[in-house]
């Protein structure tokens, strides 16, 4: 369609609909997020079919992926119930939650690919690389600040539970929220595009970049359960499959390096963007006592 090139990618869209005598006929533009039908072109050879703002259907090169309709298609639900995290979030972390969700999208937009470590606050990170060319000093909080001043009052109650969170006008609001403040957080994904990892605390602040991580040939052996999130479909999330692989399998140093930073720092999670857009999230598994990663992880993130 030749007059999709003059809107705005991911905020406004081409209105299509059937007139009286059943042809297809455009009407106008509409704002995204629509609670409509939308197709979306969101790369070369990717389409991912919205039914309000959830993605159902991902068609990539002609392989079609079904969503199931549960949180198997909200990526850090879905790290979390791989990783077997055993507590319902609070509101604080599902704010937290969404505003990475939008910095990983934007670590993917640069297209330099990169890798960001998110670590609990009184983690001791340094103990787990291998140099640091620019640390914050003090930690940059800007990020975190924004999003604090949308609740100086206290954080609102979500819905929790699959189904409630469909239409919790909560979340709506807290994605617009974010959206106005998104400027923030494609500055700190930019610095992702610096060689090295981006490091940053569970509560969204900067504490270094263009760190260089250990690369122990010893630990090449470690046992990694991996989920595939590009397959045909994704199943429900009670009925997850994960294959097991050697670390030396998971993939190029980029990879394999940040996976590693987990088995020393295990309440960490790593996401590794490749310059094709594609991102892989390692962690550790709290029951099972072996690392995990989800390998496309980007395709729920659209």
């Not at 609001?173 to 106005?180: G, H, I, K, Y």
């Not at 590794?272 to 991102?279: I, N």
Request: net charge negative.
């Amino acid at each position: 369609m030749k007059i999709s090139p003059a809107l705005l990618a991911g905020h406004r869209a081409v209105g299509v609909s059937h007139d009286s005598t059943g042809d297809m006929r455009i009407w106008g533009v509409a704002n995204l997020p629509s609670n409509g039908f939308v197709l979306e072109a969101t790369d070369p050879g990717l389409i991912a079919v919205r039914v309000g703002e959830r993605v159902r259907v991902l068609i990539r090169q002609g392989r079609i992926t079904y969503l199931a309709n549960d949180n198997t298609d909200n990526l850090l639900f879905l790290v979390a119930k791989v990783a077997e995290y055993p507590a319902a979030p609070t509101a604080r972390f599902i704010v937290l939650i969404q505003t990475f969700e939008m910095l990983l999208r934007a670590m993917i937009r640069q297209g330099h690919g990169g890798t960001i470590l998110w670590i609990p606050n009184d983690a001791p990170w340094r103990e787990g690389v291998k140099s640091v060319k620019y640390s914050c000093e003090p930690p940059y909080q800007e990020l975190m600040t924004q999003v604090s001043q949308f609740y100086q009052d206290g954080y609102p109650q979500f819905r929790q539970g699959e189904e409630g969170q469909r239409d919790d006008p909560e979340r709506q609001e807290l994605r617009l929220n974010l959206l106005s403040i998104k400027s923030a957080i494609d500055a700190v994904g930019q610095l992702t595009a610096v060689d090295g990892a981006t490091i940053v605390s569970e509560d969204l602040s900067v504490m270094a970049f263009g760190v260089m991580l250990n690369a122990n040939s010893e630990e090449s052996d470690a046992r990694v359960s991996v989920l595939q999130a590009h397959g045909d479909s994704m199943p429900h999330s009670s009925a997850l499959s994960l294959e097991t692989v050697s670390l030396s399998e998971l993939g190029g140093a980029r990879h394999r390096s940040a996976a590693e930073f987990c088995l020393g720092s295990p309440r960490s999670l790593a996401f590794v963007a490749s310059q094709d857009g594609g991102l892989t999230v390692s962690g550790w598994r709290r029951k099972t006592k072996c690392l995990f990663a989800i390998r496309g992880s980007e395709l729920l993130l659209l």
